[in-house]
């Protein structure tokens, strides 16, 4: 099993650009989130997806969209990127029947100029 | 909405030594309080979690204890080993969680 997988690994974007962040999962999890890391900080919470079909705002959704395309697979989109949003960006997954805890994927740094 | 702070910011501990982190939350509704460990440049890692109904729990080196009145838990590492060298951070919530700032926390051999 891969466990949770993220692409890019890095990225770097010119201000206004737009990318999406893709994750997926192996392990039949129902839940899956999208936290921002940045440096010297801990994780902030901007979108999760309880279930297949739904998706909440976390602690920092402003200038994000997700989109869980199905069980797997849970993306996240800068609409026109600034450098505020320059940031690790981490994928992680849970199954709820196993308590809740969250794996985590490797990571995209985003650089925006 | 939850709050997590974590105390200290930084942990210099000498080889052998322990280590204890400290965090507290506000939301009284929170149940599952994980740890993680994040080496540099790597992912978080879950190191040990305590759900609100057990109010201590130990693996080997490392032990979570959970005070719900007070709304606060800490983290214990006895022995201290220079791998143990990582930044810790502390979770509250439940399916969402909120994280605590971290401590980086270094052993000198």
């Known amino acids: 099993n891969a466990g949770v997988t993220q692409t890019p690994k890095f990225q770097v974007l010119k201000t206004g650009q737009s990318m999406t962040l893709q994750c997926a999962q192996d392990?039949?999890?129902?839940?899956m989130y999208w936290y921002r890391q940045d440096p010297g900080m801990g994780l902030r919470l901007i979108y999760y997806s309880a279930s297949e079909g739904t998706t909440d705002k976390g602690e920092v959704p402003n200038g994000y969209n997700v989109s869980r395309l199905n069980k797997r697979e849970f993306s996240l989109r800068l609409e026109s990127a600034a450098p505020s949003q320059t940031s690790v960006y981490f994928c992680?997954?849970?199954?709820?029947?196993?308590?809740?805890?969250?794996?985590f994927g490797p990571g995209t740094r985003l650089t925006v100029l | 909405g939850e709050n997590v702070e974590q105390h200290p910011s930084t942990l210099s501990v000498q080889e052998g030594d322990s280590a204890v982190i400290k965090c507290t939350y506000s939301d009284s509704a929170s149940n599952y309080f994980p740890w993680y460990k994040q080496e540099l440049g790597k992912r978080p890692q879950l190191i040990i979690d305590i759900r609100s109904n057990v109010g201590e729990k130990k693996d080997q080196r490392i032990a979570v204890t959970l005070n719900k009145t007070a709304k606060h838990f800490s983290l214990h590492i006895t022995e201290t080993q220079p791998e143990d060298s990582a930044v810790y951070f502390c979770a509250a919530g439940g399916n969402k969680l909120t994280f605590g700032g971290g401590t980086r926390v270094l052993v000198k051999p």
């Open positions: 392990m039949n999890h129902n839940s």
């Open positions: 992680a997954s849970s199954g709820q029947v196993i308590g809740y805890e969250q794996f």
